[in-house]
Every structure is written in structure tokens, then in C-alpha cells.
């Protein structure tokens, strides 16, 4: 599955982005879609988590209440949500597609990746 990422770019702290992710290529509900983010000098991390029908999410602590993961299966796209963003969010974010049923927050465990989107929160 080919996934491209957008919305990124510059806000201020406290401001929001909508992040999006298109899928093409294969079924795109079939699979389990996640968001990750890399700031730099530091490993990419998991973000968040969405199951195939959307009923399970999954967050990282630290953007827990904040962030909000969603998908449209109709459209193959997948959202992400950012409210009330700290300069500590800045990083490039990545979509990515992982065709196991367990839910995995580790990238070396999803099978495809978007090309990753640059979020940058000015203090």
C-alpha cells in the first residue's frame, strides 16, 4: 500500500493541525493504521494507533487528551488531529499501515510508510 502524508507546517503554540494520510494500492481497510513522529536527533515514536473499523485507538502519553486519530475507510484516508500543540510536538510525522491484528506501537512492526509530513510549533 503506497500512503501519503500532509498537513503539515508552521503554528503557534497552543494552535492545531489536522494532519491526513491517503492510501492507495491495496485494500486499505485491512489494515491497522498508526502515526508516528521524529523530532531531530531523536528516534522515531509512536504517536497513536487506529484499528481497522476505528473501534480501538491508541495514544502515547504524552499526547494523550490532545490528539485525536480517526479514519474514513470510504475515502482510504486516515486523520490525525492535533489540538493545543507544544513546541515539544515539533518533528516530521509519519503515516503507516500494519497488517496485524495486535496492537503494535514499535515501527520496525508496521509493514508500510508514508513519506512524513514536517510539524513545526513556535513557542
Known amino acids: 500500500v503506497q500512503l501519503q502524508a500532509s498537513g503539515g507546517g508552521l503554528v503557534q503554540a497552543g494552535g492545531s493541525l489536522r494532519l491526513s494520510c491517503a492510501a492507495s494500492?491495496?485494500?486499505?481497510?485491512?489494515?491497522?493504521m498508526g502515526w508516528f513522529r521524529q523530532a531531530p536527533g531523536k528516534e522515531r515514536e509512536f504517536v497513536s494507533r487506529t484499528s481497522r473499523g476505528s473501534t480501538n485507538t491508541y495514544y502515547a502519553d504524552s499526547v494523550k487528551g490532545r490528539f485525536t486519530v480517526s479514519r474514513d475507510n470510504a475515502k482510504n484516508t486516515v486523520y490525525l488531529q492535533m489540538n493545543s500543540l507544544k513546541p515539544e510536538d515539533t518533528a516530521v510525522y509519519y503515516c503507516?499501515?500494519?497488517?496485524?491484528?495486535?496492537?503494535?506501537?514499535?515501527?520496525?512492526?508496521?509493514?508500510?510508510w508514508g513519506q512524513g509530513t514536517l510539524v513545526t510549533v513556535s513557542s
Open positions: 494500492g491495496r485494500t486499505f481497510s485491512n489494515y491497522a
Open positions: 503507516a499501515a500494519d497488517s496485524g491484528y495486535i496492537p503494535r506501537h514499535r515501527a520496525l512492526e508496521y509493514n508500510y
